[in-house]
């Protein structure tokens, strides 16, 4: 790898719209590494390009995301972006408050993203430049049913991608939140719940690139949903929970 090349870091590349990023930026001439727990997963993303390298993480382990920075600014790897897609979505309502499902969403989701970001900002500060991209949700614009334990921690990430901007900006860095509505992924597969406009992994990681190239806070998908979503936090909640109560027509969350 030589320090020309374009470094990208995606962080939950094992599968879906990581795995699918992972080959369109090698496809472009970017060095990816690519990180997530399954070491079997990726063996088989190497396998596929020269540019990209396996770095095992789990983001739930503080060290292990610590060193992992680290290690990638001793090897002069320090991305030029980081995407932070590590996730898990419980699908449910009050079925999945359970501590250990909430906690753990909380641990990968939200919190994996803090760790990141607290490991590389001195650090790409220190050089004065990248970007971070974390992937949240449209889920996380308002309380949606089949959420429950899922929703909060995609709020919070595009609250803390709010409260970051700022200080990204001072230091010369570029931060940016990506809010996808469904996708089709082993995240959604077993889902019998209902997702209007549905895209496949493929387009998902196309639409994320694009936005992402542009350098704006937020890239979000498919803009019927995300209009809709996003118009829904301005209406008063008796009509809210009716929009809401549409979508899923007869079905209701345990
Ligand atoms: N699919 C959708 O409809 C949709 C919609 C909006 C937003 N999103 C978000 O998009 C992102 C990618 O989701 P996806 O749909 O592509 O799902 P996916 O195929 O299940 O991918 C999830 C990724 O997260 C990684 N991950 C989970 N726990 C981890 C941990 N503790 N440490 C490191 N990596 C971990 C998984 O790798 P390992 O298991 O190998 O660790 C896997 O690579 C997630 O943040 C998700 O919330 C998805």
């Given amino acids: 790898m030589t320090s020309q090349d374009k470094?990208?870091?995606i962080?939950?590349?094992t599968s879906g719209i990581g795995e699918e990023l992972c080959k369109i930026y090698a496809a472009d001439g970017w060095q990816v590494i690519a990180s997530g727990r399954r070491a079997e997963r990726l063996?088989?993303?190497e396998e596929t390009?020269?540019?990209i390298r396996a770095l095992r993480l789990d983001v739930t382990d503080k060290d292990e995301v610590a060193l992992a920075v680290q290690k990638l600014d001793a090897d002069a790897c320090l991305p030029d972006l980081t995407l932070y897609c590590a996730g898990v979505f419980p699908i449910g309502g009050f079925s999945t408050l359970t501590d250990e499902i909430c906690v753990n969403a909380m641990?990968?989701?939200?919190?994996?993203a803090v760790r990141t970001i607290h490991n590389l900002f001195p650090l790409l500060k220190k050089r004065g430049s990248g970007q971070v991209a974390i992937i949240s949700s449209l889920s996380g614009y308002g309380g949606l049913p089949f959420a429950a334990s899922y929703g909060p921690t995609k709020a919070a990430l595009i609250n803390l991608c709010e409260s970051l901007?700022?200080?990204?900006?001072k230091a010369n860095l570029t931060l940016s939140v990506i809010n996808p509505g469904f996708v089709k992924t082993d995240m959604t597969k077993d889902s019998k719940v209902p997702m209007p406009f549905i895209i496949s992994a493929e387009s998902a990681a196309k639409r994320i690139k694009k936005g992402l190239a542009r350098k704006g806070f937020e890239t979000t998908?498919?803009?019927p949903l995300a209009v809709a979503l996003k118009l829904m936090r301005f209406v008063p909640y008796w009509a809210y929970f009716k929009l809401v109560g549409l979508t899923t027509g007869k079905q209701r969350p345990s």
Avoid at 165 to 169: H, I, T
């Fill in 11 to 13: 962080i939950g590349a």
């Fill in 165 to 169: 901007k700022p200080s990204f900006d």
């Fill in 7 to 9: 470094i990208i870091w």
């Fill in 107 to 112: 641990d990968t989701n939200y919190f994996g």
């Fill in 221 to 223: 998908f498919p803009l």
């Fill in 49 to 51: 390009s020269d540019a």
């Fill in 43 to 45: 063996a088989a993303l």
